[in-house]
């Protein structure tokens, strides 16, 4: 990935230096400039949401969400698949999902896969939970993306919350259909694992 962003930006600086020699150095520099000032406004968005996070495990309150979250964790994950530790991590990940905080969604996404690892028997093979919380993750539903809005408010924009339906029924869809794949993926390699034994 890092090799892709040096080619892009060689090739954009190249660019810019045959069609416009006098804005590379000022060009860069703005940028610069911007990207850092996303990065502290993002930075404190954070912030306050890993620090709620934190409150929260810390007050037991993320168990009670892990109990509220329990219904549908246990439909989608399978009732007796998950132990009562990677619950408690997947509600967390799924309530700062929903939050449309990915970034801290992340760090208690690996803490829920290490606690399931625990549980795998074949270290070696990726279970069926693990595949389903990274295609949740990734597609995440999110009822009020607020890394989004945060950008959206940085970069100027007079009405930044007007992206929230869209989010929500983009997110529900897609995240519906990651769901259903990998049910249909499981079933498929279920199905060939079994015709392989006999």
């Known amino acids: 990935m890092n090799k892709i962003w040096i080619i892009l930006f060689l090739i954009s600086t190249i660019s810019l230096c045959f069609f ?31 620090g709620l996070f934190f409150i929260l495990e810390q007050s037991g309150i993320s168990k009670k969400i892990s109990k509220l979250l329990s219904p549908i964790i246990n439909k989608i994950f399978g009732k007796n698949n998950l132990s009562d530790e990677s619950k408690r991590y997947v509600s967390m990940n799924i309530s700062a999902n929903l939050l449309g905080m990915s970034g801290a969604a992340t760090p208690l996404g690996i803490k829920a896969i290490e606690s399931m690892q625990k549980d795998n028997k074949n270290k070696s093979v ?64 279920d199905r060939i694992k079994n015709k392989h034994k006999d």
């Not at 996303?38 to 404190?44: F, G, I, K, N, T």
Request: glycine letters at 4%; a positive charge; charged letters at 10%.
């Open 126 to 189: 990726v279970t069926f939970p693990m595949i389903m919380l990274v295609v949740i993750s990734c597609s995440s539903v999110q009822f009020l993306p607020t890394s989004i809005i945060g950008m959206l408010e940085a970069a100027g924009s007079k009405n930044p919350t007007r992206i929230i339906l869209p989010s929500i029924i983009c997110s529900i869809l897609s995240t519906l259909i990651a769901i259903l794949l990998v049910y249909l993926f499981h079933f498929i390699f």
């Open 20 to 50: 416009d020699p006098s804005k590379v150095l000022s060009g860069l520099l703005s940028a610069s400039n911007r990207a850092v000032k996303l990065s502290l406004e993002l930075l404190a968005i954070y912030a306050i949401w890993m």
